[in-house]
């Protein structure tokens, strides 16, 4: 194919303010251009096959109309991504000097103050801490693994408890600085280390939202990260696996991306409809059992399964099964089974102040 170099050059006049520049440059390209064509204020210009020797000519005059402009300051160094330690309680002070600086106090005073705020929140101390004990490589062996898994090859986050204030931004940088890590250990090792994230309540962190609201939100960054995960997580290496009540409510980018469908009761109209998409309509009918599924049967669909089937799950030992029975609200009503209250254990671990720790 030919080789074709296109300049967008908006507002070209009030970019080329000097005379000598303005004939240094713009004329040089003027030279080069065949036709022009106008579209909207800007200007387009096309340019003909041209030679190495063009294309280095312009390069330089680029070159020089950047340095009389004071030439382009390139940043090297970690940026406002990278996991690099710092200390919270520097921020809002570089703040603060930033602002008396400019002369813009009064529009960062009240930032200033919610982060000041944040920070001294005891509930907010595991998170955005001033401890400086843990490290990257440290993090990543606990939450990804050691060499060989020596340390196991589960790791379960519990986030139960976590303010609801940032459960959403704690969720979405976890997720990306194991996504980040897969990524930079395929570029290093030229082989992928599989790893699967599990979420349980998943409609709690991908949930869907108007991609065409300018509102960003934690929720919305959130789920952007999953599917930014659901999108390019393969090819380094991971994978998801979504457990929701409400799968209306994900996200259909992430939605979209899962190639196998494990269904357990659904009741909730909405709910139904989603799934019914997910089967060809000669298929639809085995869905129809789906509101009266009984406890430990699912309905499998996908890649995992040529037709969809009706499967059940194995009876766990009751040691290994998850707490989440149905209360037994009669029995216990009733006196049939005890329960101990011990209000003060509670109150104490609830009131307990965790900075101490």
């Known amino acids: 194919s030919s080789n074709r170099l296109i300049f967008f050059i908006p507002e070209v006049y009030h970019i080329f303010t000097g005379v000598a520049i303005k004939e240094l440059v713009y004329c040089q390209l003027l030279q080069l251009a065949t036709k022009f064509d106008f579209t909207h204020t800007h200007w387009r210009r096309a340019y003909n096959d041209f030679d190495k020797v063009n294309v280095e000519t312009a390069i330089t005059k680029l070159e020089i109309f950047l340095a009389a402009l004071g030439g382009a300051v390139v940043y090297k160094g970690p940026d406002e991504d990278s996991p690099v330690y710092f200390n919270g309680d520097d921020l809002p002070n570089h703040l603060e000097r930033l602002a008396q600086e400019q002369n813009v106090q009064q529009f960062l005073d009240f930032l200033i103050m919610r982060i000041r705020t944040i920070l001294s929140d005891t509930r907010m101390s595991s998170i955005v801490g001033t401890k400086d004990d843990v490290k990257l490589i440290q993090w990543l062996e606990d939450y990804i693994g050691k060499n060989n898994a020596d340390n196991g090859q589960l790791t379960i986050i519990d986030l139960s408890i976590v303010p609801s204030d940032v459960i959403h931004i704690v969720v979405s940088v976890i997720s990306r600085i194991i996504f980040e890590s897969l990524q930079r250990y395929r570029r290093q090792n030229n082989k992928v280390l599989p790893t699967v994230i599990v979420m349980e309540e998943a409609h709690n962190f991908i949930s869907r939202y108007n991609s065409e609201s300018e509102e960003i939100s934690p929720s919305r960054m959130c789920s952007q990260t999953f599917e930014k995960i659901a999108k390019e997580g393969r090819k380094f290496g991971l994978g998801l696996v ?44 085995i ?71």
Not at 256 to 284: A, I, W, Y
Not at 302 to 314: H, R, S, T
């Open 242 to 285: 979504l457990s929701s009540q409400r799968p209306s409510e994900l996200s259909p980018t992430v939605l979209s991306q899962c190639n196998t469908f494990l269904l357990h009761r659904l009741v909730n109209d909405k709910d139904q409809e989603m799934v019914d998409k997910l089967v060809p309509d000669n298929l639809g009918k």
């Open 287 to 357: 869905l129809n059992e789906l509101p009266t599924l009984p406890t430990r049967k699912a309905i499998l669909l996908g890649w995992a399964a040529p037709v969809p089937i009706l499967v059940e799950m194995n009876e766990l030992p009751k040691e290994h099964r998850p707490h989440s029975e149905d209360p037994d609200f009669w029995d216990v009503w009733t006196g049939k089974e005890e329960r101990k209250i011990d209000w003060g254990t509670i109150v104490s671990e609830w009131q307990k102040d965790d900075t101490k720790e």
